[in-house]
């Protein structure tokens, strides 16, 4: 079953060439940032399980635990100079995290992860930075 622009151009052969065209350009043009992007910003991620081990990243050196529920996120560039970020716990379990520049570095954040009743605990977690020019 076919959803949004492809199901109002079904049956257009032309038409959906075209759709598929563009939405591939579009998708070859959304690369994510290793930290030097063309247009001034940078993004750097990181998804990490409980235990600190790093899933994926993008610009990110390592995760260290620090204690439970405390994570250090050591990234490989200056992330303290006109950057914000956002973070998330991810998993099964509800909750929230927290972050913030880890003192006296100018790569290194750390996380934070809480339970729903607002108590330090391990969970894996999300944190996305990003960095203007």
Same mark, same amino acid.
């Given at each position: 079953?076919?959803?949004?622009?492809?199901?109002?151009?079904?049956?257009?052969?032309?038409?959906?060439?075209?759709?598929?065209?563009?939405?591939?350009?579009?998708?070859?043009?959304?690369?994510?940032?290793?930290?030097?992007?063309n247009d001034g910003l940078s993004i750097f991620s990181v998804n990490a399980l409980?235990?600190?081990?790093?899933?994926?990243?993008?610009?990110?050196?390592?995760?260290?635990?620090?204690? #439970? =529920?405390?994570?250090?996120? %050591?990234? +490989?560039?200056?992330? @303290?100079? /006109?950057?914000?970020?956002?973070?998330? *716990? $991810?998993?099964?379990?509800?909750?929230?995290?927290?972050?913030?520049?880890?003192?006296?570095?100018? #790569? =290194?954040?750390?996380?934070? %992860?809480? +339970?729903?009743?607002? @108590?330090? /605990?391990?969970?894996?977690?999300?944190? *996305? $930075?990003?960095?203007?020019?």
């Amino acid at each position: 079953m076919e959803h949004g622009i492809m199901a109002a151009i079904s049956g257009q052969p032309s038409i959906r060439k075209v759709a598929l065209a563009l939405a591939v350009s579009s998708l070859a043009a959304v690369q994510p940032s290793t930290g030097h992007a063309n247009d001034g910003l940078s993004i750097f991620s990181v998804n990490a399980l409980a235990n600190g081990t790093i899933r994926n990243s993008i610009g990110v050196a390592s995760v260290a635990v620090q204690g #439970t =529920g405390n994570y250090l996120v %050591t990234f +490989n560039h200056n992330i @303290v100079t /006109a950057c914000s970020f956002t973070q998330s *716990v $991810v998993g099964v379990n509800p909750g929230y995290a927290t972050a913030f520049y880890q003192a006296g570095s100018t #790569t =290194g954040l750390v996380v934070r %992860t809480y +339970n729903k009743t607002g @108590v330090l /605990a391990n969970a894996g977690f999300s944190l *996305v $930075v990003i960095c203007g020019p």
